[in-house]
């Protein structure tokens, strides 16, 4: 099957994932885009776990408040600044606050065991992996504090 390049154009600017990336999943899946789309959120999630074990120094810490009545503080984790200046990078400890702010987790690991709000099919530890499979880094939440008000 012939994988035109506007077809690979479509799906880099939809996934965000490599060139050859595209093309390969596009040419796994014969050129449907839904298939090749969940190819490529697979093998983000196998290259995440294949860079769990990597060392993380650099991160940011995201502040988020809802309408003066609770606010999260969240420490989010990566291998070098270059990634954790990333929009990707700062969009993913963004969600995470929300996500804190609104579930009340108890613990990281609670927290990553649990739906993501934006997107029920998925924990928030697929979100993760697949940010991480993205940026090419080991992600992972340091910690959190939720604070609400009269608590």
Known sequence: MNITVEAIKKLREETGAG???C???LTE?????EKAKGILKKKGLDKAVSKSDREVKAGLVDVYSHNGKVGVLVEVLCETDFVGKTEDFKNLAHEL???IASMNPSSVEDLLSQEYIRDNSLTVDQLVKSISGKLGENIQI???ERIALGD
């Open 142 to 144: 340091g910690r959190f």
């Open 97 to 99: 606050s929300l996500q």
């Open 29 to 33: 899946s014969a050129g449907d885009m």
């Open 23 to 25: 093309r390969e999943a």
């Open 19 to 21: 060139i050859a990336d």
